[in-house]
């Protein structure tokens, strides 16, 4: 049996025994996230103080969502020692400390009297600090400038958003509740004859560059309207408006164009930085909702989560 003393024999019988240790044992499974149907009525509730409104299917299938992803981010932070020499939540849980024990020990001592009670784990303000620093640390994490080609990329898929409103320039002769004759006399003028024929109105006659929110705001619906579908150069109406009756000489219509992607190129870098910061958050909730059990007492979630 010598053969049991040789150093490769030895060797051969160290790594399968570091092979099971690492690849054959089972890996200890994580703390499930647990979301109780206690805990969905109180979401519901909340939600109803917040807003007014009961909480449909969708909004708790949302809210429960947004409890799995603080959880998620929150137990993160933790692992990455996001909690150690954090400032507020240092000062926060020293406060709380004082208010429990009405103790006026030095803030060492209560900060670590606090932990030991498990207050930087269960303590709500100091989940929310590490949420949001999570969420901060994760967005901002490789964050850079979009190249040129990229940004020209974005813009062009985003254009119309850029585009600024129609605009349409028109003249318009008013007549209070009954002065239907004034308005005919007028249509047999010309744009700026017609305007002696009517009374005088808050606006002036001749209307330039009207976006259609600014017409309908002035001259109410149906003017905006009629505006915005009939042909120019010739008279409509009379229309109706909250004051009177309206005769209408559309003059030309500006349509609006996008502006060069170098006059919005800032707001443009600042989009795609924000949009990209989603995304960035929105990876890190998918890696680590891979790495966690759920247990959700939620039909409105599952039933979203199986569409």
Sequence with gaps: MRWLRLPLVHFLAGGAALFWLFHARPAEQPAPIVVTAADVERLRLDYTRETGLPATSADEAALVD????????????VARGLDRNDRSVRNWLVEQ???LTDDASDAERLYARARELGLDRTDLVVRRILVQKMRLLASRTGERRPTDAELAEFYAARREEYRPPDRVTFWHVFARPGGETALARAR?????GAVRHGDSFAVPPHVIAYSAAQVEKVFGAEIAQAVAREEPRTWIGPLTSPYGLHLVWIEAREPGTPPPLAAVRE?????????????????????????????????????????
């Design 66 to 77: 947004r409890t799995i992803e603080d959880e998620l981010l929150f137990r993160e932070a």
């Design 97 to 99: 400390m004082r208010v």
């Design 188 to 192: 047999a003028d010309t744009p700026e």
């Design 267 to 307: 707001r443009l870098v600042e989009r795609w930085q924000d949009e990209q910061r989603t995304l960035r958050v929105g990876a890190l909730l998918q890696d680590l909702a891979r790495r966690y059990p759920l247990e959700v007492e939620s039909a409105a979630w599952r039933e979203r989560r199986a569409s």
